[in-house]
C-alpha cells in the first residue's frame, strides 16, 4: 500500500515563503494523479494544486496561482508544494494526495478535486500571521 507522509509546516510572518513535502512509500508507479489540499476548521477541503504525471501538467486554484509551485523528485519518490508570498488566507491544514490507478479525472476537468485522488497524507499546519 502507499503511504503519504507530510512535512515543512509551520507559521510563518505575511509574504513568506514555506516548501512543503511529501514523501511517497511502496509502490506508486500507477499514481497518474499527485495534488495538494487544504482544509480549515469547518470548510470543505480545496484542492491547490495538481500534478498529473503522465505529461506533468499542472493545475492550480485561482486563489493560489503563480504564488505555488508544485513539483516532484520521482527519484526520491517525493513531491513539493513551493509557496510564497503567502498571506493569512493560506492558513490552513496541507495534505497531499494521490491517486490510486493511472485514472485521473483532473486531467480532463482540469479541476482540482478529491474525485481524483484515493491516498491521502495524515496533514501539516500552515499558519501565516
Known amino acids: 500500500d502507499v503511504q503519504l507522509v507530510e512535512s515543512g509546516g509551520g507559521s510563518v510572518q505575511l509574504g513568506g515563503s514555506l516548501r512543503l513535502s511529501c514523501t511517497a512509500s511502496?509502490?506508486?508507479?500507477?499514481?497518474?494523479?499527485m495534488g495538494w489540499f487544504r482544509q480549515v476548521p469547518g470548510k470543505e477541503r480545496e484542492g491547490v494544486a495538481g500534478?498529473?504525471?503522465?505529461?506533468?501538467?499542472?493545475y492550480y486554484d485561482d486563489s493560489v496561482k503563480g504564488r505555488f509551485t508544485i513539483s516532484q523528485d520521482a527519484a526520491k519518490n517525493t513531491m513539493y508544494l513551493q509557496m510564497t508570498a503567502l498571506k493569512p488566507e493560506d492558513t490552513a491544514m496541507y495534505y497531499c494526495?494521490?491517486?490510486?490507478?493511472?485514472?485521473?479525472?483532473?486531467?480532463?476537468?482540469?479541476?482540482?478535486?478529491?474525485?481524483?485522488?484515493?491516498?491521502w497524507g495524515q496533514g501539516t499546519q500552515v499558519t501565516v500571521s
Open positions: 494526495a494521490a491517486s490510486s490507478s493511472f485514472y485521473c479525472p483532473m486531467a480532463a476537468t482540469r479541476r482540482i478535486t478529491a474525485s481524483s485522488f484515493r491516498i
Open positions: 511502496g509502490d506508486t508507479s500507477t499514481s497518474n494523479c
Open positions: 500534478l498529473y504525471v503522465t505529461d506533468d501538467t499542472t
